[in-house]
């Protein structure tokens, strides 16, 4: 897997997290627009293996484009807004 986040798969999973309640249905008392998604719910979507979910969800959160929380032993990603737009304005500004 390439270490930059121009992958096809990673883009469609920033595009879902930036709106997840219209990509990901809500289930048990877990909201995805307000806690997140899972790298299950993701991978399910994908239709990929959750590993494989997983290991993109991975780089995206160590490029700081998603943030993370813990809540009754799963991991919830949600998009990280203020970082993607410094990104964006850094692309923008020619690097």
């Known amino acids: 897997m390439m270490g930059i986040p121009s992958g096809r798969i990673r883009q469609t999973i ?31 979507k994908l239709g990929v293996p959750r590993r494989t979910a997983l290991a993109h969800l991975d780089l995206l959160t160590r490029l700081g484009l998603l943030r993370t929380r813990r809540f009754h032993c799963r991991t919830y990603y949600r998009r990280d807004e203020v970082r993607i737009a410094e990104v964006a304005r850094m692309f923008e500004k020619g690097w």
């Open 14 to 44: 920033l595009e879902w997290l930036e709106d997840p309640a219209a990509h990901f249905p809500a289930g048990g008392r877990c909201h995805p627009a307000g806690t997140g998604v899972t790298a299950g719910a993701v991978a399910a």
